[in-house]
């Protein structure tokens, strides 16, 4: 069954401070994975795109890393900011079909505080 | 920011009312999806289009159906609200041959059905 796991379910950092959130996938075929940033009551927005070669993406202070050997991928936000305060989704997509069905996490509810 | 709208934003209705969630993108792109999502939960999709009078049922299944009359318009209808339709609805385009098949999300509508 095509999942995908995140991890924690939720965070609280302080301001300044970095952290890691966690996506573990078991989707295939295997096309990209993506996070999602979403604040509340809003739509999700793209942080970062990565596909099968790509082991590391830079978006600002997100650096998402993939390694699809073990269909795991992490978000790293660095230097914390109140605005960082959102839930982050994890995305995998496969290419079985035309639709090129995505597969939503849950989220990581990330708070920062001051 | 995509340029994607839904409207209303936040809805309260009474059981039995009929409603109409609208969805409109600017940007020409030809598949349109709707997406419903619980507090902390993932996205399930209820419903596609490939372009022009073209709709399809999603994975979740849901009492709603739609309409894609033009390119940027796709409506959600509920004939007849329950409770058990409160949830927070999002719609999401993508170009047929987008790269990633990246989705643009629009800002969501929160349903609430008493």
């Known amino acids: 069954k095509n999942q995908v796991e995140q991890s924690p379910q939720s965070l609280i950092i302080l301001e300044g401070k970095n952290c890691t959130l966690q996506?573990?996938?078991?989707?295939?075929?295997?096309?990209?994975l993506r996070w999602y940033k979403q604040d509340t009551g809003r739509g999700p927005v793209s942080l970062t795109i990565?596909?099968?070669?790509?082991n590391t993406k830079s978006n600002g202070r997100y650096t998402a890393t993939l390694d699809a050997d073990t269909k795991q991928s992490s978000l790293h936000i660095t230097a914390s900011q109140l605005s960082d305060s959102a839930s982050y989704i994890c995305?995998?997509?496969?290419?079985?079909?035309?639709?090129?069905?995505?597969?939503f996490g849950r989220g990581t509810q990330l708070t920062v505080w001051p | 920011e995509a340029d994607i709208y839904q409207t209303p934003r936040y809805l309260v209705i009474g059981t039995g009312k009929k409603i109409t969630l609208e969805c409109s993108q600017t940007?020409?792109?030809?598949?349109m999806y709707w997406y419903q999502q619980d507090p902390g939960m993932e996205l399930h999709l209820i419903h596609y289009?490939?372009?022009?009078?073209?709709?399809e049922k999603g994975d979740l299944s849901s009492e709603s159906t739609v309409s894609r009359i033009r390119t940027e318009h796709f409506p959600l209808t509920l004939e007849s609200a329950r409770p058990s339709h409160t949830s927070q609805y999002l719609c999401?385009?993508?170009?047929?041959?987008?790269?990633?098949?990246?989705?643009?999300f629009g800002p969501g509508t929160r349903l609430t059905v008493l």
């Open positions: 999401a385009s993508t170009k047929r041959e987008a790269s990633y098949n990246e989705q643009f």
């Open positions: 996506c573990n996938y078991t989707v295939s075929p295997f096309s990209n």
């Open positions: 990565m596909t099968f070669s790509e």
């Open positions: 995305v995998v997509s496969d290419r079985g079909s035309t639709l090129g069905r995505l597969y």
């Open positions: 940007m020409g792109h030809d598949k």
């Open positions: 289009s490939y372009g022009v009078n073209s709709t």
